[in-house]
């Protein structure tokens, strides 16, 4: 026990924060609009370390049926920065005549488990 100058007990509360090991955004670059002819969309995925340790595993993209990805459909994750951060740049085919919302799922493979992350792609 502690006991505070008066002999009172001292209660001592902590405290503390559980965060997953690393973070996944994926962004798409503008505004895409719909086309008549099969278009290329630019978009970003970034990985973020929340740990003091090396992160090696696998980036993959699920991509709605008839898309392709012309660019970072797979990649390998190396962030060797402690609370580092990595960015893959992604170049996603869109069949002609493509619009409304839709959901490409980024995959991060990292010590023996998978995480998905959904990136929103609205063509307008």
Not at 72 to 100: D, F, S, W, Y
């Amino acid at each position: 026990k502690i006991r505070g100058a008066q002999q009172e007990d001292i209660t001592i509360q902590t405290s503390y924060a559980v965060r997953p090991t690393y973070g996944v955004e994926g962004k798409v670059s503008g505004e895409p609009v719909m086309s008549p002819d099969v278009q290329v969309i630019d978009a970003n995925v970034m990985v973020k370390s929340y740990t003091d340790t090396r992160l090696r595993g696998k980036i993959s993209l699920s991509l709605p049926s008839g898309w392709a990805a012309k660019k970072g459909g797979e990649a390998n994750l190396m962030i060797h920065q402690l609370r580092g951060v990595q960015k893959l740049p992604v170049k996603l085919v869109v069949p002609a005549g493509t619009q409304g919302l839709h959901t490409v799922m980024v995959d991060v493979s990292y010590n023996g488990e998978t995480t998905s992350t959904p990136m929103y792609v609205l063509i307008r």
